[in-house]
């Protein structure tokens, strides 16, 4: 089965600091990981995905994700922090080509000026 | 290039009643998904459409739910008679099939249903 946590509901970072968002995952088989942001009203729009190419993964607006199989994690990483980072952040997994996503409980973002 | 759209964007209805959501995913998407979430917690999946089949359909809660997909473009949820428990986010996501590559799920901004 799988499955996926995110460690920590609510992060709360300074405008320019460090994001680190952390997701860890489970999965009998090897997995597809995707990060979606979802900004107020709109539709989860991807971040980035892993899809057994590359573990360390950029994505749109400076955000990157390395995949840690020792681990299972998906850690989702900015190195400095702007006001419009601030969101909610769900991260996937998915184990065959357009299968359903198994998804966390969401991690809002709050960036503090 | 629309995107996915849902309608509507809101629903309040009360318990017992009927509710139809409705999914216009991307032109061209054979894939569509139906997911939910409740009350701030993580998005579950609901069902897969591939066209007009439902090609998984493990998710859905129980025989209150019904979706179609007539004629492989849009999709419509019914929830009937609608419980409290129905309440959340309904989100609609389409993908593509191409070359075998996992693609990304493209999603709605969802319908936010009340159950009063």
């Known amino acids: 089965a799988q499955s996926v946590t995110q460690l920590g509901s609510h992060v709360s970072v300074s405008e320019g600091a460090l994001v680190l968002l952390r997701c860890n995952y489970s999965?009998?088989?090897?997995?597809?990981l995707f990060w979606y942001v979802q900004y107020p009203n709109q539709g989860l729009q991807l971040l980035l995905k892993?899809?057994?190419?590359?573990?360390l993964v950029k994505g749109i607006n400076g955000f990157e994700a390395e995949f840690k199989k020792s681990e299972t994690s998906f850690h989702l990483t900015k190195p400095s922090a702007h006001m419009s980072d601030a969101a909610e952040y769900f991260c996937a997994v998915s184990v065959y080509n357009f299968n359903k996503f198994y998804f966390g409980s969401g991690t809002k973002l709050n960036v503090k000026p | 290039e629309a995107g996915v759209t849902q309608f509507p964007s809101h629903s309040v209805i009360e318990k017992g009643q009927t509710v139809t959501l409705r999914c216009d995913p991307i032109s061209g998407h054979d894939n569509l998904y139906w997911y939910r979430r409740v009350m701030g917690k993580e998005i579950k999946f609901l069902l897969h459409f591939v066209k007009e089949s439902k090609q998984d359909e493990s998710g859905m809660p129980n025989n209150r739910f019904l979706a179609e997909r007539t004629g492989g473009t849009y999709s419509t949820l019914k929830v009937q008679p609608a419980e409290l428990e129905d309440s959340g986010v309904y989100f609609c996501?389409?993908?593509?099939?191409?070359?075998?590559?996992?693609?990304?799920?493209?999603f709605g901004p969802g319908t936010r249903l009340t159950v009063l």
């Open positions: 999965s009998s088989v090897p997995p597809y």
């Open positions: 996501a389409s993908s593509q099939v191409s070359g075998g590559v996992q693609n990304e799920q493209f």
């Open positions: 892993y899809t057994s190419a590359a573990t």
